[in-house]
């Protein structure tokens, strides 16, 4: 049999009002990939904090490499010592600093004293190159995109020579080559007798490259399986507690049922940025759900910035109800748009604040200064979207750094929806979290249509895209190469279409 490198045994953390692990077992194998599942707020990313030191726990055991003896991490360092490498969902890196300064961080190669800069860009170019991302390592981090920084992150696990490699959420921002890269890599790793947990919210991801699974809920632990003997559909059942197919219960709203015959809510034409998406025409009719489909970096993001002002286009028009519109978020905010962005963690939360405070922001925002909410309003509206949107939280006080990541994402979506828009723009809504969360959300968007809203929405997942909208625009280097409408959407059109559309006139 091969060897134990990590075993944990009932295991036990509470946060404040949350029993965050509750007597958890967990079990990982050499040369062995192995699933750690559960929806957003089931424990697998305080299960890996434990781990690695970055979170105390108050009871259990932990075992490494085969040893009677248990042990505690009490910080990342030490866990790094002791051959544990992670990678999170959020890049824990520096933007400002180069590509190889990244990469051998607190281990830069020296001479006579000081660091080999020569030596270190010639090992990070070779280490890149080793798992498929040739770039220059010279360069500030910043300049690279999400999916390169992830890349940048696993290579600098990878080269500490790690027993234990952890990957939470690795592919959320990587294209379908980056993630056969990335498959390939842990393939190779796990070969040489790497142990490697990798958390993910796609399923076919977990069939496609793991040999073993654990399932967590509500911080216990439901079981641990081969992949083998777990069909997805009790995989989803575990993660849920029930039988689930909300996913195919979604329908997206009739496209009879929407009226074209109007003013658009949103009307851009050649609408542009300078050094950024080149010039596009668009238009969004009430009760309806537009969607950009495109791989990374295809301009999809750019898009939703332009029409919300925060990005300053420097061409075309941008009409709201069939006045022409000031490019400036603020301007937005008052003219009935909201933008959930796709980086949650940069963008969206604000970590330090409570859920309250990130809720009401917005309509604080819109209402002016002068005009502050009370405190009894504010706690009305924040419970009012708590509720309808079954945000899992402690109470309104509670930092939002403390909960979910789908948690988060929700909180994000009440923020807007308490501003009463109507135009909401949701870019990648559902990147990063469960498989009944991402049905929530989907649901939303649908119903938000149904009652009026125009809607703009972003996704990775054809799938997703195919449930919820009722047009698509395509999206390649930054331009908008052509439209899909709802008759003519498919998987194999849409796919079609971003390699080879051609431009719209």
């Not at 040739?134 to 992150?153: C, G, N, T």
């Amino acid at each position: 049999m091969a060897q134990t490198l990590v075993a944990m045994r009932k295991i036990t953390k509470h946060f404040p009002g949350v029993v965050a692990l509750d007597d958890v077992d967990f079990t990982l194998s050499a040369g062995q990939i192995h699933a750690l599942m559960g929806e957003n707020g089931a424990g697998k990313s305080t299960l890996v904090k434990v781990l690695t030191g970055a979170e105390a726990f108050e009871s259990g055991e932990i075992f490494l490499d085969g040893s009677s003896a248990s042990v505690i991490n009490h910080s990342p360092q030490q866990a790094q010592a002791r051959g544990m490498s992670t990678v999170y969902q959020e890049i824990n890196l520096c933007p400002n600093l180069s590509v190889a300064e990244n990469i051998f961080m607190g281990r830069q190669p020296r001479r006579l004293g000081f660091v080999n800069r020569a030596q270190m860009n010639r090992r990070a170019r070779a280490i890149m190159h080793d798992i498929g991302v040739d770039i220059v390592v010279e360069k500030p981090l910043e300049v690279y995109s999400i999916a390169i920084q992830q890349m940048v992150a696993i290579g600098r696990a990878i080269d500490i020579s790690a027993k234990v490699l952890i990957l939470d959420e690795p592919t959320s921002s990587l294209n379908e080559q980056e993630v056969a890269t990335l498959f390939q890599l842990m393939r190779t790793l796990r070969q040489a007798g790497m142990g490697i947990i990798f958390i993910t919210h796609f399923l076919e991801q977990v069939y496609e490259v793991c040999d073993a699974i654990t399932v967590l809920r509500n911080g216990r632990l439901v079981g641990q399986y081969d992949v083998a003997d777990l069909p997805r559909r009790d995989l989803v059942a575990a993660m849920l507690g029930r039988a689930f197919d909300d996913m195919a219960a979604i329908h997206r709203r009739s496209d009879d049922a929407v009226d074209r015959s109007g003013t658009p809510v949103i009307a851009t034409r050649e609408l542009g940025v300078r050094g950024g998406v080149k010039p596009f025409t668009l238009q969004i009719f009430t009760g309806e759900v537009v969607g950009l489909a495109g791989l990374l970096g295809s301009g999809r993001t750019e898009v939703a910035r332009a029409i919300y002002g925060a990005d300053a286009p420097n061409t075309g028009t941008l009409e709201v109800d069939g006045r022409r519109m000031t490019h400036a978020p603020i301007a937005s905010m008052r003219v009935g748009m909201a933008f959930c962005p796709e980086s949650r963690k940069d963008e969206g939360c604000i970590q330090d604040l409570s859920v309250l405070d990130n809720i009401i922001m917005a309509a604080q925002v819109k209402r002016g200064a002068l005009r502050l909410i009370p405190r009894a309003e504010q706690e009305r509206i924040a419970q009012h979207y708590v509720d309808l949107l079954a945000i899992k939280t402690a109470s309104l006080d509670t930092p939002i750094k403390q909960l979910s990541g789908g948690n988060q994402q929700k909180v994000i979506v009440a923020r807007w929806l308490a501003t009463h828009p109507r135009f909401l723009i949701l870019d990648e809504p559902t990147r990063g979290i469960d498989v009944g969360t991402k049905a929530e959300i989907q649901r939303l968007c649908v119903e938000l249509a149904e009652q009026g809203m125009a809607v703009l929405f972003i996704s990775s997942e054809i799938d997703e895209m195919l449930r919820t909208c009722n047009r698509l625009g395509i999206m390649r280097d930054l331009h908008k190469v052509g439209e899909l409408s709802s008759a003519d959407m498919s998987s194999d059109a849409i796919m079609a279409k971003i390699a080879g559309g051609e431009d719209d006139a």
